[in-house]
């Protein structure tokens, strides 16, 4: 099977990415991938050149929104059969954007989701298409393998980009109120972002630290409960894999956190969870399988047809 991959994460193109490591096993299981960062890389010129000249079995779109038209055009041009695939919760999108992914996804001749949640939207759109549920592909027993380690002060952690969709000032916010309660308590936020300088102001003399992006594998063993902002999730990695460290999280109903395991509850009963966790010394558990690289790699195969 030879495929065609129009990207929008300049990382697939980076050696020693997550991205970079998915491409590589997506590769071992067809003839030829060719992938295309368009716009941000690649032009829309050089893809129908390549488009051109190979006879490509398969146009694969990693959204259904501006990559997931120009696929269905080259798809049409060369009798490709079309394959989209959909990351993001289509109900966090706005009207055109949702009535723009619709009329591609009823096009399209197979497509792929990476949770139950999106599943259902993209049922809910009237699509005949085969649709494939395979989450993103994660090294879950990296995170399996970790054990909790003593620590002195309760620890909350955060993890995310300091960016409004994350909603980082919420974190904040939660704290001052989990701090009333639990005044021993810490608050570590893993990321970077245009936020940044406003979230410090904003923490004051409030007991949180800023690492930087740091490997949440290294900070995952001396925390009490990841609290999730975000105002939407395409998937929600940092929530897989905090579970699957045995971490418990907090979230509101965004990505895959239902489905995983989080506890999910109102926004404004973040603090209130959050203090119940830290008195209880719950543990988080992933109820969600995640595939090995071998099986997830056959299973993306077959999401293409």
Request: proline share 5%; hydrophobic share 45%.
């Given at each position: 099977?030879?495929?065609?991959?129009?990207?929008?994460?300049?990382?697939?193109?980076?050696?020693?990415?997550?991205?970079?490591?998915?491409?590589?096993?997506?590769?071992?299981?067809?003839?030829?991938?060719?992938?295309?960062?368009?716009?941000?890389?690649?032009?829309?010129r050089?893809?129908?050149?390549?488009?051109?000249?190979?006879?490509?079995?398969?146009?694969?779109?990693?959204?259904?929104?501006?990559?997931g038209?120009?696929?269905?055009?080259?798809?049409r041009?060369?009798?490709?059969?079309?394959?989209?695939?959909?990351?993001?919760?289509?109900?966090?999108?706005?009207?055109?954007?949702r009535?723009?992914?619709?009329?591609?996804?009823?096009?399209?001749?197979?497509?792929?989701?990476?949770?139950?949640?999106?599943?259902?939207?993209?049922?809910?759109?009237?699509?005949?298409?085969?649709?494939?549920?395979?989450?993103?592909?994660?090294?879950?027993?990296?995170?399996?393998?970790?054990?909790?380690?003593?620590?002195?002060?309760k620890?909350i952690?955060?993890?995310?980009?300091?960016?409004?969709?994350?909603?980082?000032?919420?974190?904040?916010?939660?704290?001052?109120?989990?701090?009333?309660?639990e005044?021993?308590?810490?608050?570590?936020?893993?990321?970077?972002?245009?936020?940044?300088?406003?979230?410090?102001?904003?923490?004051?003399?409030?007991?949180?630290?800023?690492?930087?992006?740091?490997?949440?594998?290294?900070?995952?063993?001396?925390?009490?409960?990841?609290?999730?902002?975000?105002?939407?999730e395409?998937?929600?990695?940092?929530?897989?894999?905090?579970?699957?460290?045995?971490?418990?999280?907090?979230?509101?109903?965004?990505?895959?956190?239902?489905?995983?395991?989080?506890?999910v509850?109102?926004?404004?009963?973040?603090?209130?969870?959050?203090?119940?966790?830290?008195?209880?010394?719950?543990?988080?558990?992933?109820?969600?399988?995640?595939?090995?690289?071998?099986?997830?790699?056959?299973?993306?195969?077959?999401?293409?047809?």
């Open positions: 099977m030879k495929v065609l991959m129009i990207s929008g994460d300049k990382n697939i193109l980076s050696s020693g990415s997550g991205a970079h490591a998915r491409l590589e096993l997506q590769r071992s299981q067809v003839e030829q991938l060719d992938v295309f960062v368009w716009p941000r890389v690649h032009s829309r050089e893809i129908l050149l390549a488009a051109q000249k190979n006879s490509y079995d398969v146009i694969t779109a990693q959204d259904p929104f501006w990559r038209l120009l696929a269905l055009q080259i798809a041009r060369t009798g490709s059969k079309l394959n989209l695939q959909v990351h993001t919760d289509l109900a966090a999108q706005g009207v055109f954007r009535l723009f992914a619709s009329m591609l996804l009823r096009r399209a001749d197979s497509v792929r989701v990476v949770s139950e949640k999106i599943q259902g939207q993209v049922r809910s759109l009237g699509v005949r298409a085969l649709i494939h549920l395979l989450p993103v592909y994660i090294n879950i027993q990296r995170f399996q393998s970790l054990a909790p380690q003593p620590h002195e002060q620890t952690l955060w993890i995310g980009r300091f960016e409004a969709e994350k909603d980082p000032l919420a974190a904040v916010r939660v704290f001052n109120e989990v701090r009333m309660k005044t021993g308590a810490k608050l570590v936020m893993l990321g970077a972002g245009s936020l940044e300088p406003v979230l410090r102001k904003s923490a004051g003399a409030l007991l949180i630290e800023f690492p930087g992006w740091q490997d949440p594998a290294s900070y995952l063993p001396t925390a009490d409960v990841v609290l999730c902002t975000s105002q939407h395409s998937w929600g990695a940092s929530v897989v894999e905090s579970l699957a460290a045995g971490v418990p999280v907090v979230a509101p109903d965004v990505g895959i956190a239902r489905e995983a395991g989080a506890i509850v109102p926004r404004a009963e973040f603090a209130s969870a959050v203090c119940g966790i830290l008195r209880s010394g719950e543990r988080g558990v992933l109820k969600v399988p995640m595939p090995s690289a071998a099986e997830w790699a056959r299973a993306w195969r077959e999401t293409l047809v």
